[in-house]
């Protein structure tokens, strides 16, 4: 009975003094909780990238901006794309081919020769004179940028650039290329081939000498493929039509060569 009266006085002087503790700290306002060190992180130094991937800042700055789009948006702009980079880069040439698709060679009052003629494309021997008047290789001349004043109308549809040229008429020309056209028959390729005719007669004496020429350039039309950004073409492809005449004199005599050719070329 005493031990047990021990026990209960002791309780409850261990609970008279958890009351007197409590009362205690609310007396002078003081948290009994122990405090929980703050946590920092330090600000990125300008422009980092914070734990979560985004972009951040400091003083209050905005992120920057990302690039704009270079890509071009009209086909003027892709054609002024396509004169940066053709001064840059060089395409080769994967083939170049000028077809015979009709023609005339004779005097002024005669035709002597008319490619129209069948046998042109039958008789063995004819076929190889007309492809004497052609060409198909890969020896085309280097691309260049196009002028302006050259160009008929542009269309962009995608990475393809489609330029249409303006029909133009030269006279005795000598070079490859004129007013965005490339590969022509000129007329140092007009007298090669007045020559040809000569040579069908080498019992006859003399030679052939080129009096004066005229091409007629027309359908022109150059399709550029760009890589998706623009930086690079992928390839270039070019086809027109033209018209050459060409006045010879051989021993006195005036002969006369009109052709017209399809001219077609490929660069890559």
Do not use: H, W
């Amino acid at each position: 009975m005493q031990k047990t009266t021990k026990t209960i006085s002791l309780i409850l002087a261990l609970s008279l003094m958890v009351t007197a503790f409590a009362a205690c700290g609310k007396g002078n306002g003081e948290d009994t909780t122990a405090a929980i060190p703050a946590q920092t992180t330090a600000a990125p130094v300008g422009g980092q990238t914070s734990a979560n991937g985004g972009s951040t800042s400091t003083g209050g700055e905005e992120p920057p901006a990302p690039a704009q789009d270079q890509k071009p948006a009209t086909g003027q702009a892709a054609l002024e794309v396509f004169n940066s980079i053709i001064g840059t880069q060089r395409l080769s040439c994967a083939l170049i081919e000028q077809k015979l698709t009709n023609g005339t060679i004779g005097t002024q009052d005669t035709v002597y020769i008319d490619f129209s003629d069948p046998k042109y494309q039958q008789v063995e021997s004819e076929i190889e004179f007309r492809e004497g008047f052609e060409r198909s290789d890969q020896n085309g001349a280097a691309l260049s940028a196009i002028s302006s004043s050259d160009v008929a109308g542009t269309q962009l549809s995608g990475t393809t650039l489609t330029v249409t040229l303006k029909d133009r008429s030269v006279s005795d020309f000598t070079g490859n290329s004129v007013n965005g056209y490339v590969n022509i028959v000129d007329a140092a390729r007009a007298q090669e081939l007045g020559a040809k005719v000569k040579n069908m007669f080498p019992a006859f004496p003399g030679s052939v000498k080129l009096n004066s020429s005229s091409l007629n350039l027309k359908s022109g039309k150059i399709v550029a493929q760009f890589n998706n950004d623009f930086t690079q073409l992928a390839s270039v492809k070019i086809s027109y039509s033209e018209d050459i005449d060409a006045q010879f004199k051989y021993l006195g005599i005036q002969i006369v060569a009109n052709l017209t050719y399809n001219i077609t070329a490929e660069y890559k």
